[in-house]
């Protein structure tokens, strides 16, 4: 088994980090500068990003290399740098793993190309497994344990990455982000996903949702998952709360409680593995960690009484009277 399976059968619930981006915002990372950069001009800055998300209780940490593909890296003129940048995401995160002084996983963050696949654009199937096999290959060579494949929209893109997954030998797992009316913005459902990972090249330890518009709209999404999916492991990493504009600022509305709360849902949902995404702070997460610690189990909520206690949905599920609304929209997002 792999170590994030040993450490799921030893402690039953994980608990993956937060933001990536919106933290590294607050120390200094300017706005359309690629973070991914900082692995070898800022690395005590990233240590500090896993050494304190480690301090605040996590169980997974991921590294710094969300856009870290040739086709995302060529927007910076870093699409040689490949192998350079995700292999120093991983060794700084595997140094902070190692010196926790429990264990730690180190997943490598896998993000989307930002490419439409043929027709609708010129990314083949072959030239994004080649992609994502290049990227797997640094963090593998720099010390992950697992492939972290998130904010994934494209059934397409997820079967390439889990064949790069496969090509350079690596455990892997996969969340994708319902945020257009119950799917994502190519059109998957969420039950959708099991199905899916019975398709790939090999089989994910772990499967679920990230990112996406609100807690609320995630929870919905994982409780369809568990239940269409009992067995499975399940991945559970939203956002903290819903985004505002404050001035030229983005603000997550999500308070500590929220997302203490959230966890404990997450788990009465059917969730292993819990974290926070877009906005998730070290003291949300904190907060999280004594909710999963303290959390006696529950029933199984419905969506009305996630709405209840977390906040309404912002992009409620169509009608299923062949209605389709956003099955067709498009879009980018990065794990912030």
Known sequence: MS???????????????GAT??????????????????NVTEPDKIRALHRNFVEAGADIILTNTFGANRHRLKLHKLEGRVNELNAAAARLAREVAESAGRPVIVGGSIGPTGELFVPLGALTHEDAVAAFA??????????????????????????????????????????????????????LKPAGLGALAGEFACTPVAYGSNCGVGASDLLAAILEITQTYPEAVVIAKANCGIPVIQGDAVVYTGTPELMGDYARLAMDAGARIIGGCCGTSYAHLAAMRAAIDAHEAGTRPSVDEVVARIGPLVSPPAAESGDDAGAGRRGRRRRV
Not at 28 to 37: A, F, I, Q, Y
Not at 161 to 186: K, L, N, Q, Y
């Open 134 to 187: 290049e990227q797997a290959q640094g963090l593998k060579d720099g010390g992950a344990d697992v492939l972290w494949i998130e904010t994934m929209s494209a059934a397409e893109e997820m079967r390439a990455a889990a064949e790069a997954a496969a090509a350079v030998d690596m455990p892997f797992v996969v969340t994708a982000s319902f945020d257009t009316a119950g799917r994502t913005m190519m059109g």
């Open 21 to 38: 981006g919106t933290n590294l915002f607050d120390m200094g990372l300017t706005s359309g500068d690629p973070p991914e950069e900082w």
């Open 3 to 17: 170590r994030l399976e040993d450490l799921l059968a030893e402690k039953g619930t994980l608990l993956a980090d």
